[in-house]
């Protein structure tokens, strides 16, 4: 796990003009929001969210995109309030947490039941904010990184199926072209790992 002070580090090679202090903060209060809480594999929670963050400052984004990776789960699995997070934060970083928030929880609601595409345009429309769709899908991302730890097999296959057909298009429309291939491979990986492996080695034998 990420450090804060490591990831001040990061942020500020391309970065010069980064004030830590904020980060600092929704590191600490991340911490103490999820401190009692577990992932389904059993590790703790805040994993989870600095990994985010890691992935948010790979990709060289702004100081409030890399908060609102460190906050995206609070208001949806804390006490934390909106009200909370722009007290402490500030309304921008707030907006973003909200908008990542909204999607949450518009997936549980509308994936069974509706049209991909229509699902797609939805999450594009409902988001205002481009960063809010950089943080969804940085999240996302981490939870299929480590989707083998979920013990429920329907579980990984359905998160599979959706970052297939939602997540990983939504990648590829924003131009994230390293993140949907990610995307992709993860979650073949996932849904056919007998053709998947068939297609690594057929294409390891032609780079020989």
């Known amino acids: 796990m990420l450090n804060q002070e490591d990831l001040i580090k990061k942020v500020k090679t391309y970065n010069r003009f ?28 805040i ?10 400052t790979d990709l060289k984004l702004d100081s409030a995109t890399i908060t609102t990776g460190l906050l995206h789960d609070t208001i949806e699995d804390t006490k934390a309030t909106y009200k909370t997070v722009e007290k402490e934060f500030g309304k921008e970083v707030a907006d973003l947490v909200d908008g990542v928030t ?44 480590t989707l083998s730890s979920v013990p429920n097999l329907q579980k990984r296959i359905r998160k599979a199926k959706e970052t297939m057909e939602i997540f990983a298009p939504l990648a ?33 034998k032609n780079k020989q």
């Open 102 to 145: 909204k999607i949450s929880q518009l997936e549980g609601k509308i994936i069974s039941n509706s049209k991909v595409e229509n699902f797609r345009k939805l999450i594009l429309a409902t988001s205002k904010d481009i960063r809010v769709l950089l943080v969804k899908l940085a999240d996302r991302l981490h939870n299929m990184r």
């Open 47 to 56: 994993i989870h969210p600095i990994a985010v963050a890691d992935i948010l």
């Open 18 to 45: 980064f004030k830590p202090e904020a980060l600092l903060k929704a590191y600490a209060f991340a911490q103490n929001a999820h401190k009692n809480q577990k992932r389904d594999a059993g590790e703790p929670f």
């Open 172 to 204: 590829d429309r924003m131009g994230m072209n390293s993140i949907r291939d990610e995307l992709e491979d993860l979650s073949f990986q996932k849904l056919n790992p007998e053709a998947r492996n068939l297609v690594v080695e057929r294409l390891s």
